[in-house]
Antibody, heavy 121, light 108 residues
Framework: QVQLVQSGAEVKKPGASVKVSCKVSGYTLTELSMHWVRQAPGKGLEWMGGFDPEDGETIYAQKFQGRVTMTEDTSTDTAYMELSSLRSEDTAVYYC??????????????WGQGTTVTVSS | EIVLTQSPGTLSLSPGERATLSCRAS???????LAWYQQKPGQAPRLLIY???SRATGIPDRFSGSGSGTDFTLTISRLEPEDFAVYYC?????????FGQGTKVEIK
């Protein structure tokens, strides 16, 4: 059974970068399609990007292109999401989540616990 | 980018009643990639339905999904106290995933 454990809360100043980690257990990262979703306070869910197995590449939401980088360390089964040029509107809970393509579930069936990122001067 | 519009924004119902939630897409969506999630305050979302109508592991059969093309529905046949939450639809298409804005199901 897949479990995802994310890094702790972060407080950043405007213009800085943040890097959130997501440790996988129960499966190896190479067997999963990892995605990142964020949720601003009191708002809905917003997909940021993730791995597309059809193309074998990471795809990003147009809104975040150029500002977000998603990477994976297969030696430690840890995924990372780095968001740069932070502004106050980036204050949100950031989730990692996996799409279960490999076992026929075309939805994000496993989620991390969320990482709160606060951007404030 | 495909836009998903959920209605109503808020649904006020009593336990035991039937809930019908709508998700309309701005263009046709592959049913294989239409999902529904439940989210309670302070918790991560939980996958309920994928492929428009398949229940995820452990989801009670009072939850069902239907629809095709641009119109999809999540039905909760008899609301239990634990079902009061926010529900989101989600789709994948053209190398992009998008979520609807959510429907809150609240106790009347």
């Amino acid at each position: 059974q897949v479990q995802l454990v994310q890094s702790g809360a972060e407080v950043k100043k405007p213009g800085a970068s943040v890097k959130v980690s997501c440790k996988v257990s129960g499966y190896t990262l190479t067997e999963l399609s990892m995605h990142w979703v964020r949720q601003a306070p009191g708002k809905g869910l917003e997909w940021m990007g993730g791995f597309d197995p059809e193309d074998g590449e990471t795809i990003y939401a147009q809104k975040f292109q150029g500002r977000v980088t998603m990477t994976e360390d297969t030696s430690t089964d840890t995924a990372y999401m780095e968001l740069s040029s932070l502004r106050s509107e980036d204050t949100a809970v950031y989730y990692c989540a996996t799409v279960g393509y490999s076992y026929g579930v075309n939805g994000m069936d496993v989620w991390g616990q969320g990482t709160t990122v606060t951007v404030s001067s | 980018e495909i836009v998903l519009t959920q209605s109503p924004g808020t649904l006020s119902l009593s336990p035991g009643e039937r809930a019908t939630l709508s998700c309309r897409a701005s263009q046709s969506v592959s049913s294989s990639y239409l999902a529904w999630y439940q989210q309670k305050p302070g918790q991560a979302p939980r996958l309920l339905i994928y492929g428009a109508s398949s229940r995820a592991t452990g989801i009670p059969d009072r939850f069902s999904g239907s629809g095709s093309g641009t119109d999809f529905t999540l039905t909760i046949s008899r609301l239990e106290p634990e079902d009061f939450a926010v529900y989101y639809c989600q789709q994948y298409g053209s190398s992009s995933w998008t979520f609807g804005q959510g429907t809150k199901v609240e106790i009347k």
